[in-house]
């Protein structure tokens, strides 16, 4: 295994993970971003009200994007087990 082979191993890897991770993380900042501004017109300033609607929003994400996430983490995988042999030399 050479250093080129490990980074972009560690390359591929961190870059899934952050596809993987794009639509929870998205819809947060767009939701927390909305929060804020109507906490802004309106002056209230309440933990809660800025907590539960973007947990809401990321659960209702992880939902919808769950197929695709799944496909991408088998697909991954799949690639991995395949050229395990072309790891080891």
Known sequence: MTPEFIVGF???AIETTLTIALPMLGIGMIVGIVVSVIQAATQ????TLTMVPKIVAIFL???????????KMVTYTREI?????NYIK
């Not at 209230?44 to 933990?47: D, S, Y």
């Open 10 to 12: 560690a390359r591929q």
């Open 61 to 71: 994400a992880l939902l919808i994007s769950f197929p695709w996430i799944m496909d």
């Open 44 to 47: 209230i300033q309440e933990m």
């Open 81 to 85: 087990f395949l050229n395990l042999p």
